[in-house]
């Protein structure tokens, strides 16, 4: 089982950016699926989550109304749109599988992650 992100880089602050994680090795339509981050110096942290159909997602207050979560399970893939970005949100990206469902903002209920992608946002 993979699951591969992409879409990171470098942009100005107010920017967006589309981070998309593909899977590999297994279907994962009927699970809940989350994008993680950890900024240096930093422990890793929950910016969104959402289930298995697409229609409930969950958002951490400090990306709300600006990130969007969103799945492809025809195609096995989940994305973040992220706008009107800023210099807080330099991380590095990684995208989750739950296979328990839980839904949840903790790391250690997600199963599978992807090996990260850079996002640096300047001011």
């Known amino acids: 089982v993979q699951l591969q992100a992409s879409g990171g880089g470098l942009v100005q602050a107010g920017g967006s950016l589309r981070l998309s994680c593909a899977a590999s090795?297994?279907?994962?339509?009927?699970?809940?699926l989350g994008w993680f981050r950890q900024a240096p110096g930093k422990e890793r942290e929950f910016v969104a989550a959402?289930?298995?159909?697409?229609?409930?997602?969950y958002y951490a207050d400090s990306v709300k109304g600006r990130f969007t979560i969103s799945r492809d399970n025809a195609k096995n893939t989940v994305n973040l749109q992220m706008n009107s970005l800023k210099p807080e949100d330099t991380a590095v990206y990684y995208c989750?599988?739950?296979?328990?469902?839980?839904?949840?903002?903790?790391?250690?209920?997600?199963?599978?992650w992807g090996q990260g992608t850079q996002v640096t946002v300047s001011s």
């Open positions: 959402i289930n298995w159909s697409g229609d409930s997602t």
């Open positions: 090795g297994r279907t994962f339509s009927s699970y809940v």
């Open positions: 989750a599988v739950d296979l328990g469902s839980h839904y949840s903002i903790l790391e250690y209920n997600y199963d599978y």
